[in-house]
């Protein structure tokens, strides 16, 4: 069993930075890859962010629609992985999760809610 326990959403003015982080604590061997998730009300889930979280690579992934915005990283010995949001714009308010793949297994965080105003 993984737990994923997110923290650092909240309420920011456009053009403003948040950071989340996403802690994974549990029995396991290895996480192969994290990442985030998220969701506004009314749209579809949409991948924001990815890394590869086994071997050296720390491969990355973003979505087109935050690109130059966002940065996702990991802290392998605290099996955390963080993303930096900056520049953000009222479009980004969503409850944003992380998840967690290791082989055979997916798991998920509860949510953190991101509020961008105008």
């Known amino acids: 069993q993984v737990q994923l326990v997110e923290s650092g959403g909240g309420l920011v003015q456009a053009g403003g930075s948040l950071r989340l982080s996403c802690a994974a604590s549990?029995?396991?061997?290895?996480?192969?890859?994290m990442g985030w998730y998220r969701q506004a009300p009314g749209k579809q889930r949409e991948l924001v962010a990815v890394i590869t979280t086994s071997g050296g690579s720390g491969s990355t992934n973003y979505a087109d629609s935050v690109k130059g915005r966002f940065t996702i990283s990991r802290d392998n010995g605290k099996n955390t992985v963080y993303l930096q949001m900056n520049s953000l714009k009222p479009e980004d308010t969503a409850v944003y999760s992380c998840?967690?793949?290791?082989?055979?297994?997916?798991?998920w965080g509860q949510g953190t809610q991101v509020t961008v105003s105008s």
């Open positions: 549990g029995r396991f061997f290895s996480i192969n890859e």
């Open positions: 998840y967690a793949h290791l082989i055979g297994s997916a798991y």
